[in-house]
């Protein structure tokens, strides 16, 4: 028995940016006293292109990564790829509480993907990777906390609930 949630970052909007950055960048090229000829793009090593390429690479990188978050009867398990590649564990019996929690991204974290609750508060991380506002709340039994935002909430709320009834386990609220 278990419950398995992947999720990815989609920033379409990102793309909207660049490409309004990608029509100046090349109008100033192209157009800007005659244009430039191949001898100045030589001269200035092709910055022009690498300023229109590298950031639709980052963000595309930045949106393959994925955040696949496991529940069953060990813990709770999660892995951030490509930055972890092994699977991390919460047993049991480390956590205090598990429930779904409400959350704002931007007034509670500051924005979306890997982040600190505002006003340094280290002990509280999240890891937002939609624009919904319901995720996993997980509370240790050290103060910690972590949330996982999540595309299938009413699932893992089911799932909660009939691990809980089943297997009694105290830390699902």
């Not at 029509?23 to 800007?32: A, G, T, Y």
């Not at 390429?53 to 990188?61: G, V």
Request: proline residues 2%.
């Amino acid at each position: 028995m278990e419950f398995e949630e992947q999720q990815n970052l989609k920033l379409w909007w990102l793309y909207i940016i660049l490409g309004v950055d990608a029509v100046m960048v090349l109008s100033i090229v192209l157009f800007d006293k005659g244009g430039m000829n191949l001898r100045d793009f030589k001269n200035v090593y092709f910055a022009p292109v690498w300023a229109i390429i590298l950031p639709f690479l980052i963000i595309y990188f930045i949106q393959k990564n994925t955040l696949t978050t496991t529940i069953n009867l060990q813990g709770i398990s999660y892995r951030y790829f490509p930055f972890q590649v092994k699977p991390k564990l919460f047993g049991w019996e480390n956590i205090k509480k598990v429930y779904i929690n409400k959350y704002d991204a931007l007034g509670d974290y500051g924005g979306w993907g890997v982040r600190y609750r505002l006003w340094f508060k280290f002990n509280d991380k999240a890891y937002i990777l939609n624009d919904k506002d319901k995720g996993l709340q997980i509370e240790f039994k050290d103060g910690k906390k972590l949330l996982f935002s999540s595309n299938k909430l009413d699932e893992m709320e089911l799932f909660l609930i009939n691990l809980k009834t089943r297997y009694n386990i105290q830390a699902i609220q």
